[in-house]
């Protein structure tokens, strides 16, 4: 379906399919919305469904401080075998027989994953060693280390398990769980990292993202969805639901418009980013806290409707 109007500034929320990569979607959307200014708030693995953040036009300009908030999964993490990229997509490395696992044991190591943790992500994704791609890195065979990484597990909880088997014919042990993380979390290394736990080995065998920031399932829509009718939350609803919003008057409006660092309120400080409007309602900037007065993050010149 081609567009006869241009798309309008704004944040677009995709379920994205089993199997397509998170540039896969921003280059279908590209198609979708006649534009080639579409950019996403954080990747999601190819295996992965679920909540995909799409920023269009001048939008784009959010999406970096988009990124920086907390996320929702549901999964199955699968006991029994390890794999090589810590998610059913790869090979198995190793497999123990999980049957007889004592409940209590794995609420232990669950509420030890929990909580301010150092985590070491997926030798298989997109984080750069020394300037390459670890995963390059590791299909060419090399042995590496990755560093373990800060991250925030606020909630890591077990819904229900279920002992089964392999086509092959390998005893495993499938829970069903929900996580809500900061962003930087890899599910595949909590699943990995359960598993080891336990002395059985771990991978992620399925994945959904129910949430992003305050973007969650009943706002995405499919990308067959969206070729029907493409349904964009203006730039200036998406800053406001995810960001504090500070309204200012004229003078204010103008000053920041020019690069002038005005005075933060106290409320504001040490809040983050925060959006600013001016008196008719539209987003004028980004700021955050520098020192009490407003630094400028990104200024959308003459505002946004």
């Not at 469904?49 to 784009?60: M, N, S």
């Not at 943790?117 to 020394?130: F, G, N, T, W, Y």
């Not at 560093?147 to 829970?175: I, K, N, W």
């Amino acid at each position: 379906m081609s567009r006869t109007h241009p798309v309008p500034d704004g944040l677009v929320i995709v379920d994205k399919p089993s199997g397509f990569t998170s540039h896969d979607v921003v280059a279908k959307m590209r198609g979708i919305a006649g534009t080639r200014r579409v950019g996403h708030a954080g990747t999601l693995d190819p295996m992965a469904t679920g909540v995909l953040v799409l920023g269009v036009q001048r939008a784009t300009k959010l999406l970096g401080h988009l990124a920086l908030t907390e996320k929702e999964y549901l999964g199955t993490i699968r006991l029994g075998q390890d794999t090589v990229t810590d998610d059913a997509e790869g090979e198995v490395t190793a497999a123990t027989d999980p049957t007889g696992l004592p409940q209590d044991a794995i609420d232990d190591r669950i509420a030890e994953l929990t909580g301010d943790i150092m985590q070491v992500p997926p030798r298989v994704s997109a984080i750069k060693v020394d300037g390459k791609r670890s995963y390059k890195r590791a299909r060419e065979g090399e042995d590496f280390d990755l560093p373990p990484r800060p991250v925030t597990v606020y909630s890591f909880a077990l819904h229900d398990r279920r002992e089964t088997t392999t086509e092959d014919g390998a005893p495993v042990l499938d829970l069903l769980v929900s996580v809500v993380c900061s962003s930087g979390t890899y599910i595949r290394s909590l699943a990995r990292d359960l598993g080891a736990a336990l002395g059985v080995g771990g991978h992620l065998a399925a994945l959904r993202r129910t949430r992003v920031g305050p973007y969650g399932l009943e706002a995405a829509r499919t990308l067959d969805q969206h070729q029907q009718d493409l349904t964009v939350l203006p730039i200036a609803d998406a800053a406001a639901e995810a960001f504090p919003r500070w309204d200012v008057d004229a003078r204010r409006a103008g000053l920041l418009r020019n690069g002038v660092r005005i005075d933060l309120p106290p409320m504001y400080e040490k809040a983050g980013p925060v959006a600013v409007f001016d008196p008719e309602g539209r987003l004028l900037a980004l700021v955050e806290d520098l020192k009490g007065r407003a630094k400028s993050l990104v200024v959308f010149a003459g505002g946004e409707g």
